[in-house]
């Protein structure tokens, strides 16, 4: 098997027995990557994450500094985690109530982005190359390719699968002007030609 490289783990980082870690991932200082999680291969944990039990994170998933991925998410390939983005896992949490049986089952799609400091309410799909602009927090399900922003966030437009605004003309067509790649809108929703 040349050229696979073996995950990367800094030595100040923290990963419990019954972990599945990928071949070319690393996992950078002051990681805690705890038991029964799966990270995919080739992704990249920033400093200070915290990777939960039951978490699945897909191939070429990035995670930027100070990012807490509790049990209910789930990441497919090619996300990123913006720095120090939330995810939650219990909609109504208290101390005093235990509710690890009611964990909600968050899943980001394919592509998605979530910008520093958003949050994401669980319970919710984050669509296929969605962007989810810093500081936005998340309450509903987002369409694939829209961008979202604000508190609570809502929808402010589309971005190409390159992370560029999509500027629709008459004919609901919008081409991104790094891949050339045509988009269309349909029925409130964008497709790729």
């Known amino acids: 098997m040349q050229g696979l490289t073996l995950p990367k783990i800094h030595p100040s980082a923290v990963v419990d027995?019954?972990?599945?870690?990928?071949?070319?991932?690393?996992?950078?200082?002051?990681?805690?990557?705890m038991s029964g999680c799966r990270i995919g291969e080739n992704c990249n944990l920033g400093q200070n994450v915290v990777v939960s039990p039951g978490v699945i994170l897909g191939n070429n998933v990035k995670v930027q500094n100070n990012v807490s991925i509790y049990t209910g998410v789930v990441c497919e390939d090619d996300v990123f985690l913006g720095p120090s983005c939330v995810f939650t896992n219990v909609s109504n949490p208290r101390s005093a109530v235990p509710r690890r049986n009611q964990y909600e089952e968050t899943v980001v799609k394919t592509g998605a982005t979530i910008g520093a400091n958003a949050t994401i309410v669980c319970g919710h799909t984050i669509g296929r190359y969605a962007f989810i602009g810093a500081g936005a927090v998340v309450t509903h399900d987002v369409a694939d390719y829209a961008l979202m922003v604000g508190n609570p966030a809502r929808q402010a437009g589309w971005m190409s699968e390159f992370g560029h605004p999509l500027e629709f003309d008459e004919d609901r067509m919008a081409v991104c002007p790094e891949s050339a790649e045509i988009y269309l809108l349909e029925n409130g929703r964008v497709v790729k030609r």
């Open 17 to 33: 027995d019954q972990t599945e870690i990928g071949i070319g991932t690393t996992i950078w200082h002051f990681c805690h990557i």
